[in-house]
């Protein structure tokens, strides 16, 4: 909120890295509790009803989320001289976010550019700039 409110965000591997500590953590959790009965008859039965449920767990909940989470990623860009946070989303079409570099984890939450590649088109990208309220101004490229 405290960051949204200074038109900043953090930049998405943050979001990636808090996930992926989180699903650990509940994983570890639910092992260490599995770990701890004593009887060996309620043991076996947690164990296979713990990875009953991980495995349900994986398959209905973590894997599509896993398919759209992985197809996007982040990284410094130049272009002009100017450095950008470029946020890229690879889940069906390819898309490329541009905002502005404000350090190593955050950057401004206003869109600056945005590069299109859709379908499977080859070469230069449908690029679009926007101007300070969010309208687009440029649209440069053909795609092909």
């Known amino acids: 909120i405290v960051l949204s409110a200074l038109h900043l965000r953090f930049r998405f591997f943050m979001y990636q890295g808090i996930v992926i500590f989180s699903v650990l953590g509940i994983v570890i959790g639910i092992i260490q509790k599995v770990r701890r009965n004593e009887n060996k008859k309620v ?12 495995i349900f767990c994986v398959i209905y909940f973590f894997l599509p989320l896993a398919i759209f989470f992985f197809g996007q990623s982040e990284k410094t860009a130049y272009i002009d001289g100017v450095k950008y946070s470029a946020h890229t989303d690879e889940f069906l079409d390819r898309y490329i976010y541009y905002y502005d570099y404000k350090n190593f984890f955050i ?5 600056k550019m945005q590069d299109s590649y859709p379908g499977c088109i080859v070469g230069d990208p449908i690029r679009a700039v926007y101007d300070e309220h969010g309208n687009k101004i440029i649209i440069q490229g053909n795609g092909g």
């Open 107 to 111: 950057s401004e939450n206003k869109l």
């Open 43 to 54: 043991q076996i039965a947690i164990y296979v009803a713990t990875t009953a449920t991980l």
